[in-house]
């Protein structure tokens, strides 16, 4: 089947190891990326083993992209077509990338030859 993807043999192990699996694309399958839904399934060896820490860690999270807890970035509802909540106790709070909702403001000089610049901002910590 076309969509297994750009290397022959991909398909073939595929199918032999999650007969039963019904993904739209199944070269997601084991990439290093938690996906939910179809993904997450027994029948898809939870995503090929992507998402073991994950259920382990947060079992009651059912998102569409669980990669995206603790990545660093506070995911929004948006980002999920089925308006799941990333910022959630049961996500973890993003995985922690939410809990903070405070701003803080920083600057830093910079300085060449005898000019000295100031750069300052606002960071939202969210
Ligand atoms: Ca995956
Ligand atoms: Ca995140």
Request: glycine share 16%; with cysteine.
């Given at each position: 089947?076309?969509e297994c993807g750009f290397d022959?043999?991909d398909c073939?192990?595929f199918?032999?190891?999650?007969?039963?699996?019904?993904v739209?694309d199944p070269s997601w399958i084991g990439d290093?990326?938690?996906?939910?839904?179809?993904?997450?399934?027994?029948?898809?060896?939870?995503?090929?083993?992507?998402?073991?820490?994950?259920?382990?860690?947060?079992?009651?999270?059912?998102?569409?992209?669980?990669?995206?807890?603790?990545?660093?970035?506070?995911?929004?509802?948006?980002?999920?077509?089925?308006?799941?909540?990333?910022?959630?106790?049961?996500?973890?709070?993003?995985?922690?990338?939410?809990?903070?909702?405070?701003?803080?403001?920083?600057?830093?000089?910079?300085?060449?030859?005898?000019?000295?610049?100031?750069?300052?901002?606002?960071?939202?910590?969210?």
């Amino acid at each position: 089947m076309a969509e297994c993807g750009f290397d022959g043999g991909d398909c073939e192990e595929f199918n032999t190891k999650y007969p039963n699996c019904t993904v739209s694309d199944p070269s997601w399958i084991g990439d290093g990326y938690c996906f939910g839904g179809d993904y997450n399934t027994a029948e898809c060896g939870y995503d090929g083993g992507d998402c073991e820490g994950f259920n382990a860690k947060y079992p009651n999270c059912t998102i569409l992209f669980p990669y995206l807890i603790g990545d660093g970035d506070c995911s929004f509802i948006g980002e999920d077509p089925d308006g799941n909540a990333y910022n959630s106790a049961e996500c973890g709070f993003d995985g922690g990338d939410c809990t903070s909702g405070t701003t803080e403001f920083v600057s830093w000089n910079v300085s060449i030859g005898t000019i000295t610049f100031i750069f300052s901002t606002v960071l939202w910590l969210f």
